[in-house]
């Protein structure tokens, strides 16, 4: 359903890319630039996971896994080969290819099961990934963690703005290419009727397969951006919080638009700043959490499809009437 | 030897309260098909409940009781509130259940505040038993009897009660069930209000046992629980507490013996039986 025109869309999309360019130059505080440069970051990881929740209808429970992952690779390689560009480009690059195997290794063992199996058995993979770094001392220091150099090009704020808003924004483009592919299309037909995409000749398998891999390979991406903002890193990024994160973020924003997994990342990123901000003098604030997860509990329950499926039924009530008549012709020839 | 049968006790007892939690995973499942998430929220509210409570009263059969019985008062709430409105439609449930839990454990920080907390054990249950070289701990002899004493009337129930030949006959064929005239929902809110029950019971026997409890233990034990589940088969309560016994002692002896490997070992268990026999050792053929 075609709510906003082409042009419109593109228009507002153009403004706030511009909008977000610009801020830098009006407002220099740098927490500003700090929280925003992390909503990009954490954009980046809600998309990934809206790729497979949104859009194949698949729900993991592991995906802090490749979070972390991401995290880990670029840390060390910056850690022990110097916090230089290189080490970084080496660490990324090791990131997405550990991402691909383990997501092509799980996603061959468990996409064949049922959604509840595999929800269950991607939470206790990232279990075993969490208690592998917490039980390996000589690499990963435990929970205690280690920090590291970074290379200067990122230790500027606002350079590293520019650079996680451009992987933002690239990104963006890639999933939303991605998404509209011929293999994007059968994704969203097995998010629809797995039985039906499969008798139609599809091997849905291999399709989710795909979206797995496409998915943990973004998610390092943005593990990897992470560990670099914090310079430490530590076993909290296998951590279910993080899934979690990526959970509230896609489900308050709009499961199956990345635009609506942006702006949940942008709302759960503000919340959590100003909420704990809060708790520095309200000390009921203190478990914030609470608040988070009472607000997810009830998205599911009332707006299933989040802010984003909300503000498509505002709009779309003059265009409804219009569509649903073409849809019915359709399927009417299809039938 | 001494350390075999040590090893061996400590399996068992770490089994039985493993299979506590995995009862009502199993038949929540097998019924209604809907996996809880929240399970070990219950487990975890078991645990700290009973530490309170046996802390205000001294008295352990009292605390129990009383664990149990917040177990079930949460369970309502959860089953009326949060499952309830989303029958039917998996990816829903897996996500709210998931929301439960986090709330659920938010809440125990909230009231219990955020650091582990000690729990200790009953003055009658501590203290040990020698037999020969071997020494038998009190309070995992006890587990091991209450856990057996929970499986014997739960097997008894679905076996030998009315309401038990409904359940059986629901996790089968539940649409044939309400077609006969059977109110499944209601069925299946008392085996929630159950399985809550039989959760909050091995929450409260864990804390003494661990000797602490603390906020995440819930998520932690649910996915031992979640492993058994898998491997004894969804549906089977017999399935499940053979696989809680094997996990049990498969990580009591790695733990002795090959520390760094017990959570690894139980997910090439998983893993082997979901490439042999997805359906796990006791569950139906084309479940999965």
Known sequence: MQVLSNNRRFLIGFAVVAFLAVIPFVNDSRSMLILLTQVFIFAIFAMSFDILLGYTGIVSFGHCLFFGIGAYSVALLLNRQGGELPSFAAGMAIALVLAVIISYIIGMLSLRLKSHFYAMLTLAFSQLFLVLAEKWRSLTHGGDGFTFMVPDLFRDRLSFYYITFTCLIALFILLKLFTESSAGKVLKAISQNEQRAEALGYKTLHYKVIASIVAGTTAAVSGGLYVVTLRFVNTTVFSIDVTLDALLMTMIGGVGTLVGAIAGAGIIEYLQHYLSELASTYPIFERWTILLGLLYIFVIMGFPSGLAGLFKKVSARGEREKSKDKNRRGSEKTA | ?288
């Open chain 2, 1 to 288: 030897m001494d350390i075999l049968v040590n090893l061996f006790v400590n399996g068992i007892s770490t089994g039985m309260l493993i299979f506590l939690l995995a009862s009502g995973l199993t038949l929540i499942f097998g019924l209604m098909s809907v996996l809880n998430f929240a399970h070990g929220g219950l487990f975890a509210w078991g645990a700290f409940s009973g530490v309170w409570i046996f802390a205000e009263t001294g008295s352990f059969l009292v605390s129990m009781l009383g664990a149990v019985v917040i177990g079930m008062a949460l369970g309502l709430i959860l089953e009326r509130f949060l499952i309830r409105p989303v029958y039917g439609n998996h990816v829903r449930q897996l996500l709210i259940t998931l929301g439960g839990m986090l709330v659920l454990s938010e809440m125990l920080k909230v009231i219990w505040g955020p650091n582990p907390i000690r729990a200790n054990l009953p003055e009658w249950l501590s203290g040990s038993y020698q037999l020969g070289g071997i020494i038998l701990i009190k309070y995992r002899l006890f587990v091991i009897l209450i856990g057996i004493l929970v499986y014997i009337l739960l097997i008894l129930l679905l076996n030998k009660t009315k309401l038990g030949l409904m359940i059986r006959a629901g996790v089968m064929d539940k649409e044939m069930v309400q077609a006969l005239g059977i109110n499944v929902k209601s069925l299946f809110s008392f085996v929630f209000l159950l399985g809550a029950g039989v959760a909050a019971l091995g929450g409260v026997l864990l804390a003494p046992y661990s000797g602490v409890v603390f906020a995440e233990m819930g998520m932690q034990y649910a996915i031992l629980a979640f492993v058994v589940v898998i491997i004894g088969g969804m549906g089977s309560l017999k399935g499940s507490a053979v696989a809680s016994l094997i996990v049990g002692l498969a990580g009591a002896f790695m733990a002795y013996y090959l520390p760094d490997f017990s959570l690894a070992l139980n997910m090439l268990l998983l893993a082997f039986v979901l490439l042999v026999k997805p359906s796990g050792l006791f569950g139906e053929e084309g479940e999965v």
